[in-house]
């Protein structure tokens, strides 16, 4: 099995300081949160911005600011969010992957109802402007599944030409409005992608720890921190993204596997 690459998702739209007071919201923050988890063993840091409210945002002003402190750090890959703000333009969730060029950008594999109050809505025309836009800039897609529609129109894209194999998948589980968080939907939903096909796995909330024992055991790689789950036990939350990430590396450890560097990531990923 290859070794395991730990992403964090530091931030996210949503959760805020009410929800933990340790999230990241800012880009000093965020930069020195991810150089932390960059220390404990995280080898991508996937990014979303807030703007001075706390609000999900597409600001390409915060991304570049971020990047750039976090690049003066450390050698972590970095991964965008195209989808951190609900009412952004077509356009501003894909022009920092034009100026910055992030060695991976989230390519969301279609529409759902989001928290049952909104839509996450990626349409057909968007999500081959966007494969497109990455394909020129060298940006690789880390497609996200939050259902098994959402894989079969990762093929059609591949077929169009618009995703370029080997593919990468993001199983993430557990988002109301997706498939629930069960090792049997995650089973499931491995079995459909090509075995050529690499991939990661996120349980939201109580689903955190048992999608992650599970996508070591089945030899995937994994994704922690406070975009998913902003506890690190039942009642208690995390005190750190990176102490997230610390566990998630133990626990890589003691099942036998190894963490994979920056580099490493790197080699797996063919960024
Ligand atoms: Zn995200």
Redesign the pocket.
Known sequence: MDKVIITV?PT?AWPSKKDNPNIPLTPQEIAEDVYQCWQAGAAVA?L?MRDDQGRGTMSLEKFRETVALIRKKCDIVLNC?T?GDLNATDETRMAHLIELKPELA?YDAGSMNWMHNSVFLNTPQFLEKLGKTMLENSVKPEIEIFDAGMVYNSFFYQRKGVLKAPLHYQFVLGAAGGSAATVENLVYLKNLISPEATWSALGIGSGHIPIMLAAIAMGGHIRVGM?DNVFYAKNRLAESNAELVARAARIVRDANREVASPNEARNILGV
């Open positions: 998702a996210g996937h979303h969010t989808s989230s975009e």
